[in-house]
């Protein structure tokens, strides 16, 4: 199979980010592993908003909710002394999935601004759960005890095991997404996005479609959220905050929209660019908010349809 050239840079960015640690250990700076290894949770993150907004055509502004789900599965299991790594994780994806479908039964029925407005209002609802909840540490957040364990198969307090762990598992979530997307289920979602009638007259029904894409996306995300509570070892209800949802847009946005690469690329620009001017300056968004204008006006592809073959890629 002959690769395309959009692939080959693709292949490169995940080779580079193979070669982190190691550069990591070599430069003495162990700063450069958090720092890629929470740019590839958050990548985990907006390639399952993409799946939807991207290919779905469905502008979720309550995403974040799936992340928040994701860590409090971690951490109120690990607050109660259960640590074992694979029900914490299973948990995550799979309460995930479960909210994902509740929110995706209703909101899916609108379009426009009544789905951003129904995907927000949820997501508030839970963000203001999570604050009210003393017991786990309410508006304050609460400190993860102890990183999930795996029977001795991988120890997340080691920063390069922990490492390899995030970047494989964004590797198959790359592979899967473009297996989803270029399957028949994909290609429906694609059709619905693009003439909802069409797609009804030629047989198909686009809501149980979407509502399927929808639970998909929700339990990649929550497994994200399971990731970046390990990451942080620490509990927020801000996981699950509108804000975070729009993050995660910016980056779906920025990289480019239906694209293979693009939240990858959108992820590692917003939370590098960030990291480089924040330590450059306090106003660091006076220089990033028109950097993302710009690329919003004149790559209209986003960041992918900069890279050889990105602007026909669909």
């Known amino acids: 199979m002959r690769l395309s050239?959009?692939?080959?840079?693709?292949?490169a960015a995940l080779v580079?980010?193979?070669?982190?640690?190691?550069?990591?250990?070599?430069?003495?700076?162990?700063?450069?592993?958090?720092?890629?290894?929470?740019?590839?949770?958050?990548?985990?993150?907006?390639?399952s908003l993409n799946l939807i907004m991207g290919y779905g055509g469905m502008f979720s502004f309550g995403h974040a909710a799936y992340l928040g789900i994701g860590a409090y599965a971690v951490g109120v299991l690990t607050h109660h002394g259960i640590d074992n790594g694979w029900l914490q994780w299973g948990l995550a994806m799979g309460a995930s999935a479960l909210v994902a479908a509740a929110i995706g039964a209703i909101?899916?029925?609108?379009?426009?601004?009544?789905?951003?407005?129904?995907?927000?209002?949820?997501?508030?609802?839970?963000?203001?759960l999570g604050i009210s909840i003393e017991e786990y540490g309410g508006d304050d957040g609460l400190r993860l005890a102890q990183r999930s364990q795996f029977s001795g198969l991988i120890d997340l307090a080691d920063p390069v095991s922990f490492y390899y762990l995030v970047l494989a598992i964004l590797v198959a979530f790359l592979v899967l997404g473009h297996r989803i997307v270029h399957s028949r289920f994909g290609m429906v979602i694609q059709a619905a996005r693009s003439n909802d009638a069409r797609t009804r007259a030629i047989g198909f029904s686009p809501y149980l479609y979407r509502l399927a894409a929808f639970v998909i996306a929700g339990a990649m995300c929550g497994l994200a959220g399971a990731l970046l509570v390990n990451h942080t070892a620490f509990l927020s209800p801000e996981f699950m905050n509108w804000t975070r949802s729009g993050e995660l847009m910016f980056m779906v946005i920025l990289g480019g929209m239906a694209t293979t690469a693009g939240p990858v690329l959108g992820a590692a620009a917003m939370l590098l660019l960030e990291d480089a001017l924040s330590g450059w300056t306090q106003h660091w968004q006076i220089i990033f908010g028109p950097f993302l204008v710009l690329v919003v006006l004149f790559a209209k592809r986003g960041l992918a349809g900069l890279l050889p073959g990105g602007a026909r890629e669909r």
């Open 107 to 128: 909101s899916i029925r609108t379009s426009g601004i009544y789905f951003i407005m129904i995907t927000l209002a949820f997501t508030q609802m839970l963000y203001y």
């Open 16 to 47: 580079l980010l193979a070669a982190v640690p190691p550069l990591a250990a070599l430069l003495k700076e162990p700063f450069y592993l958090d720092l890629f290894r929470r740019v590839m949770i958050f990548a985990i993150a907006a390639l």
């Open 5 to 11: 050239a959009r692939s080959w840079v693709l292949i």
